[in-house]
Structures are given as structure tokens and as C-alpha cells.
């Protein structure tokens, strides 16, 4: 279930041009969706990190913090902590398939761009960064 917006979030969002607007809501969606199908994540909590939308997992410290936000050059962009291999493994596993930003993440032109069954593993991936780390 994709939660109501904290006034500091949803300003965040309020910002965005319309066309950016629309694929970071896309990706705040799927961002729950995914956690609900992840238990061992436990809950999701939306904060601003860096003046961006971030997702963490408080309660369990599974994850990595992910963020949405607009990008300089126009678009936006799903983010992971930089010193993370969530992109780097998430671009090695699929190569070719999207515009990576270096070790911190992927850029999008527009909401078509985004896949639900491709960006759910990046996004399970960070939401379970640690779990894995553990093994």
C-alpha cells in the first residue's frame, strides 16, 4: 500500500516538472509495492535525505537507502548509496538495458522507461542490501 505523503515529501514531488513528476511517482509506487512483497525488509518509512524522497528500513536496517529525484540534465533518477554494489550488480545482471549513472544510479527520460519487474529486483536489492551482506 503506497502511504499518504508527509507535507516535506510531497513538496519534494509538488517541485518536479509534470513530465518528471509523473515517472517519480511511478517509481515511489513501485518502491512500495515492492516492500510489501518483501517482509524480511519489514517497514518502509519515506523521508527526506539530501532534499530527496529516500526510503529506509528503520526498523530492521535491511537496506540500503534508495532515493528519487529530478536530475540536472532533465529526467530523474532512482538512487542507491554510492558505496553500494546495488547498481554495479544491478548492471552487470542486466547490461545495456538502462542509462546507469556511474556506481549511484539509473536515469530516466521518461515514465515508459520504467519496468516494473526489473527496477522491483534493483529496488528488493537495496531493500535487502544488508541481508545479503550478512551471508
Known amino acids: 500500500m503506497t502511504p499518504t505523503f508527509a507535507p516535506d515529501v510531497k513538496a519534494v514531488f509538488d517541485a518536479a516538472c509534470p513530465d518528471d513528476r509523473a515517472g517519480m511517482l ?3 509506487q513501485l518502491v512500495f509495492e515492492v516492500a510489501d512483497q518483501t517482509p524480511e525488509a519489514g517497514k518502509i518509512v519515506e ?3 539530501w532534499g530527496q524522497p529516500s526510503y529506509i528500513t528503520p526498523d530492521t536496517k535491511s537496506g540500503t537507502t534508495i532515493r528519487i ?3 540536472e540534465a532533465g529526467g530523474f533518477g532512482l538512487f542507491a548509496h554510492c558505496q553500494t554494489t546495488v547498481i554495479s550488480d544491478y548492471a552487470t545482471h542486466f547490461p545495456g538495458q ?3 549513472d556511474g556506481n549511484r544510479g539509473i536515469l530516466f527520460a521518461g515514465k515508459d522507461q520504467i519496468d516494473p519487474a526489473r527496477h522491483g529486483l534493483l529496488i528488493r536489492s537495496a ?5 545479503k551482506k550478512e551471508n
Open 26 to 28: 511511478a517509481l515511489r
Open 69 to 71: 529525484a529530478e536530475v
Open 98 to 100: 538502462d542509462r546507469i
Open 127 to 131: 531493500l535487502t542490501y544488508h541481508l
Open 47 to 49: 523521508v527526506l535525505r
